[in-house]
């Protein structure tokens, strides 16, 4: 890792395709639905489910809080689902992800969604943990169930920082 400390960036599809996708209405595919009465806003994310028996899980995670500066010690990923988390509030939250080097998470980002943006981590992408700030916050999350293990985490001897 070059710097030690990392700054945060404004989420947007573009910055965040190495990492999956970003949820969100804005330039989304949509038509009407329901006699016209719904709008569907239509495929945002690639859910992927890998290994034996994977099925797809639908959980709302309630997150504490964290301050900024935030001295981060753990990464994790998930080798067999990518994971989607869209927040339930407009509260600010951060989404940290990391590109992987031999089997170690290097070259942390950490991203602000605007509000309505949520992502969805590709399969076997280093990120963070739930990260709201200021305020605890619920989070709609689509990831696999299934059996094996899919869950790695990577802790850092020496924490990376996140500041504005």
């Known amino acids: 890792m070059s710097d030690p400390t990392i700054k945060i960036e404004p989420l947007s599809a573009e910055a965040f395709a190495a990492y999956g996708q970003v949820i969100q209405t ?7 639905i329901n006699n016209g009465m719904t709008e569907r806003y239509h495929d945002l994310a690639r859910v992927e489910l890998g290994g034996v028996h994977a099925r797809p899980l639908i959980s709302i995670f309630r ?11 753990l990464v994790e990923r998930h080798p067999l689902g990518s994971q989607a988390f869209y927040p339930l509030s407009a509260n600010p939250w951060l989404v940290i992800v990391a590109e992987d080097e031999a089997g170690r998470p290097v070259r942390l980002r950490a991203f602000r969604p605007s509000p309505g943006q949520g992502v969805n981590i590709a399969m076997n992408t280093w990120h963070g943990v739930l990260t709201p700030l200021d305020h605890s916050g619920d989070f709609l999350v689509v990831d696999r169930g299934g059996e094996g293990n899919n869950l790695e985490e990577h802790h850092f001897e020496t924490p990376v920082r996140i500041a504005l």
Not at 26 to 32: D, S
Not at 63 to 73: A, S, V
């Open 26 to 32: 804005e330039g989304a595919q949509h038509y009407p």
């Open 63 to 73: 997150g504490q809080p964290y301050t900024l500066p935030l001295d981060i010690k």
